[in-house]
């Protein structure tokens, strides 16, 4: 018998600036809802100023998921890697032991305005330096399962993890599920997520209930779930038309979270230790002194 999780904890994201010219809601990261492990940040961001982006910074020690909902952003990076995300893609970018890179969204006439989410993963300890490493999905990539069929009202694009027996080709270092959920009309539905795994769901657009618990939910809210060992999953409920919104699932870390802007430990020692490589330009940011993006420096 299925046995579904319930809300925990419920945080309205706010708008606040960010970067250059950029707006985000941040809920995970922010004082109302520190870490929860793996879990460091969440930000649903929209970018209304041409030339507004997030230009040349470092990272080490965590794992960066950008998923485009609107528009499109060019992305950079001091490994020689660039690209760019189109609406439905999604990049997960490890950074382990440390990469410089920049993000930039694409204006132009007839463009949609750039809007997406970006969640940071904390490392398991033993992965925080490896080599940074790229998994990319362009929109068609991203397999997508039906529970109820083609032709039925829910559709879930399985960007990491299974769902009703449909699995994503991604493979993070370290346990993750990310679904993007999506409603045409009311309706529910049981998914299926690995017991004790630390779990949430960001709204997107409609509204949703969780679990038994008659109580809808609008948009920009991030629900903490249970995690008890003999919960099998959760019941979602569309109360509206054209509900969408996230649900991501983490394998807990056994570890303690130093955390320094970009720059994710388990110590200060390990943090004091990565400012003097990002500094002085070693094991891993050798060219820290000497790379610029193309894109931010136009």
Same mark, same amino acid.
């Given at each position: 018998m299925s046995t579904s999780r319930k809300v925990v904890q419920k945080v309205l994201a706010v708008e606040t600036d960010e970067g250059e010219g950029a707006k985000v809601r941040r809920s995970i990261g922010s004082t109302k809802l520190r870490n929860i492990t793996p879990f460091l940040m969440?930000?649903?961001f929209y970018t209304?100023?041409? $030339?507004?982006?997030? *230009?040349?910074?470092?990272h080490r020690g965590q794992a960066t998921v950008t998923y485009m909902l609107e528009g499109s952003s060019l992305h950079e990076d001091s490994a020689g890697h660039k690209g760019r995300i189109d609406a439905g893609g999604v990049q997960w970018m490890c950074a382990g032991r440390?990469?410089?890179?920049?993000?930039?969204?694409?204006y132009g006439? $007839?463009?949609?305005? *750039?809007?997406?989410?970006?969640?940071?993963?904390?490392l398991p300890k033993q992965y925080k330096m490896v080599e940074p490493s790229y998994q990319e999905?362009?929109?068609?990539?991203?397999?997508?399962a039906y529970p109820q069929g083609e032709d039925g009202p829910v559709k879930i694009k399985v960007i990491s993890g299974k769902s009703h027996g449909v699995e994503s080709p991604v493979r993070p270092l370290g346990g993750c599920w990310y679904f993007h959920v999506i409603f045409s009309k009311p309706e529910a539905i049981f998914q299926d997520l690995p017991a004790g795994w630390t779990a949430f769901i960001y709204t997107l657009k409609g509204s949703v209930r969780v679990?038994?618990?008659p109580t809808p939910h609008g948009q920009f809210y991030t629900l903490v779930l249970s995690a008890d060992p003999n919960e099998s999953g959760v019941e979602l409920t569309a109360t509206e038309d054209n509900t969408e919104f996230i649900l991501v699932a983490g394998e807990p870390l056994n570890q303690t979270v130093f955390q320094y802007g970009p720059f994710v430990m388990t110590n200060r020692e390990e943090v004091q230790q990565t400012i003097l490589d990002y500094q002085y330009g070693m094991n891993g940011f050798e060219k820290a002194r000497t790379w610029k993006s193309e894109i931010a420096h136009k």
């Open positions: 969440l930000d649903h209304p100023t041409p $030339g507004a982006g997030f *230009p040349d910074h470092p440390g990469i410089i890179h920049a993000e930039n969204p694409l006439d $007839g463009l949609p305005m *750039p809007r997406g989410l970006q969640l940071w993963i904390d999905l362009s929109p068609d990539k991203i397999p997508v679990g038994s618990d």
